[in-house]
């Protein structure tokens, strides 16, 4: 799968890291780039709220597809 290139392994690592110690849910579209509050941290292909696609994925689900 194509990943936005504004989407770091950095950038969703600190995602992670507020989901983890606060109440946060950040996930990121991966056709645009945009972050998304309260995703569940396993979503997958949530529709983007800024460019309309189906490509919001939790934090959590993106860290393991970048490191996989």
Do not use: W
Request: hydrophobic fraction near 30%; glycine fraction near 8%; aromatic fraction near 4%.
């Amino acid at each position: 799968m194509k990943i936005h290139p504004s989407i770091t392994p950095e950038r969703v690592e600190e995602a992670v890291e507020r989901e983890q110690r606060s109440l946060d849910n950040p996930g990121f579209c991966v056709h645009c780039g945009a972050e998304a509050e309260g995703v569940e941290p396993d979503a997958r292909k949530y529709e983007c709220e800024s460019c309309g696609e189906p490509g919001v994925y939790g934090a959590s689900e993106l860290l393991i597809m970048i490191v996989l």
